[in-house]
């Protein structure tokens, strides 16, 4: 996916921001989210060899990869602008200003605005305007929000990214649509809803995909996927529902329903185990009729979908 210049750009000076003491506005940008948001499933950090591959795993892994990719590049603006001190902040501490800020090569000037309100709740945003224009040109591209009783990067909140503005300000920024993100992070783990909405990349056939995860902090875990597509040997419109769920150590099992083309309101399904070097020892299939390896290696015994 996409990595936008401006993210690189602030992680270049990233390590500049460890060396400053707290800074104004640091209140109110400990409300904002971090990387606790972010997916932690077990992977195989060394190059690929030989062995067999579970497709499930490897097709789990990589939607996480891209959902934490595009949470982190949020979480990677917001971490690394917020070091510094704010350039305006109110007497109430309740309202800071971040910027504008810019690269040498960036055609757009970015600010970052953060509003504590009386309900307790704070509504966040990065806005950009062309380089050198007037304030009144500011567009918001990411704008969040954070529920009341949420500290410290704990609690409830949302976020949403306009792709179509970042890539009207800068056509660098390839990516078009949106995504957007409702979660929920406490001592336990994180829990949240992650969506693309006519998302594409680098010129791709925009997707609409719905993403839910939950996992404990470091522990097991387990995500929804929705989406729509065609296919060439079930017909066009397919509907797509997977269910994924892993351990600790990273054996897992993925549960697929099929449903709409030519099937029309019936339903296929797939599984799919993995143990925890990653290899398959079960599969089943039922439109195409595979049953490989035995169940009861699953480290999870029985098939489950989402509910909703």
Same mark, same amino acid.
Request: glycine fraction near 10%.
């Given at each position: 996916?996409?990595?936008?210049?401006?993210?690189?750009?602030?992680?270049?000076?990233?390590?500049?921001?460890?060396?400053?003491?707290?800074?104004?506005?640091?209140?109110?940008?400990?409300?904002?989210?971090?990387?606790?948001?972010?997916?932690?499933?077990?992977?195989?950090?060394?190059?690929?060899?030989?062995?067999?591959? +579970?497709?499930?795993?490897?097709?789990?892994?990589?939607?996480?990869?891209?959902?934490?990719?595009?949470?982190?590049?949020?979480? =990677?603006?917001?971490?690394?602008?917020?070091?510094?001190?704010?350039?305006?902040?109110?007497?109430?501490? $309740?309202?800071?200003?971040?910027?504008?800020?810019?690269?040498?090569?960036?055609?757009?000037?970015?600010?970052?605005?953060?509003?504590?309100?009386?309900?307790?709740?704070?509504?966040?945003?990065?806005?950009?305007?062309?380089?050198? +224009?007037?304030?009144?040109?500011?567009?918001?591209?990411?704008?969040?929000?954070?529920?009341?009783?949420?500290?410290?990067?704990?609690?409830?909140?949302?976020?949403? =990214?306009?792709?179509?503005?970042? $890539?009207?300000?800068?056509?660098?920024?390839?990516?078009?649509?949106?995504?957007?993100?409702?979660?929920?992070?406490?001592?336990?783990?994180?829990?949240?809803?992650?969506?693309?909405?006519?998302?594409?990349?680098?010129?791709?056939?925009? =997707?609409?995909?719905?993403?839910?995860?939950?996992?404990?902090?470091?522990?097991?875990?387990?995500?929804?996927?929705?989406?729509?597509?065609?296919?060439?040997?079930?017909?066009?419109?397919?509907?797509?529902?997977?269910?994924?769920?892993?351990?600790?150590?990273?054996?897992?099992? +993925?549960?697929?329903?099929?449903?709409?083309?030519?099937?029309?309101?019936?339903?296929?399904?797939?599984?799919?185990?993995?143990?925890?070097?990653?290899?398959?020892?079960?599969?089943?299939?039922?439109?195409?009729?595979?049953?490989?390896?035995?169940?009861?290696?699953?480290?999870?015994?029985?098939?489950?979908?989402?509910?909703?």
């Amino acid at each position: 996916m996409t990595t936008p210049r401006l993210m690189l750009a602030l992680f270049a000076v990233s390590t500049l921001s460890a060396c400053l003491p707290a800074a104004p506005g640091s209140d109110l940008a400990a409300r904002l989210p971090d990387d606790r948001l972010l997916i932690n499933m077990p992977v195989d950090e060394g190059a690929k060899d030989e062995r067999e591959w +579970s497709g499930a795993y490897l097709f789990t892994a990589q939607v996480t990869r891209d959902v934490n990719n595009m949470t982190g590049f949020v979480l =990677i603006l917001v971490d690394t602008i917020t070091a510094f001190p704010a350039t305006a902040v109110d007497g109430d501490n $309740n309202h800071a200003v971040w910027g504008p800020w810019s690269d040498a090569l960036d055609p757009v000037e970015t600010a970052l605005t953060v509003q504590l309100h009386d309900d307790g709740s704070t509504t966040w945003q990065f806005q950009q305007k062309p380089k050198g +224009s007037d304030d009144a040109e500011y567009v918001v591209v990411i704008a969040g929000e954070v529920d009341e009783g949420s500290e410290d990067g704990m609690g409830a909140g949302r976020f949403a =990214i306009d792709f179509d503005a970042l $890539n009207e300000l800068d056509p660098n920024q390839q990516a078009t649509g949106a995504y957007a993100v409702d979660y929920t992070v406490d001592e336990e783990g994180v829990r949240g809803e992650a969506a693309f909405q006519n998302f594409s990349d680098n010129g791709g056939e925009p =997707i609409d995909v719905l993403y839910r995860y939950d996992q404990v902090h470091g522990g097991e875990g387990e995500m929804d996927l929705g989406w729509t597509t065609d296919g060439e040997d079930l017909g066009s419109e397919l509907v797509w529902i997977v269910r994924s769920r892993w351990t600790e150590i990273g054996e897992g099992r +993925s549960d697929s329903l099929v449903t709409g083309g030519v099937l029309g309101e019936s339903v296929a399904t797939a599984s799919e185990c993995w143990d925890n070097s990653f290899a398959p020892v079960y599969m089943q299939n039922s439109w195409e009729g595979v049953l490989e390896g035995e169940e009861g290696a699953c480290s999870f015994a029985d098939a489950e979908y989402p509910s909703e």
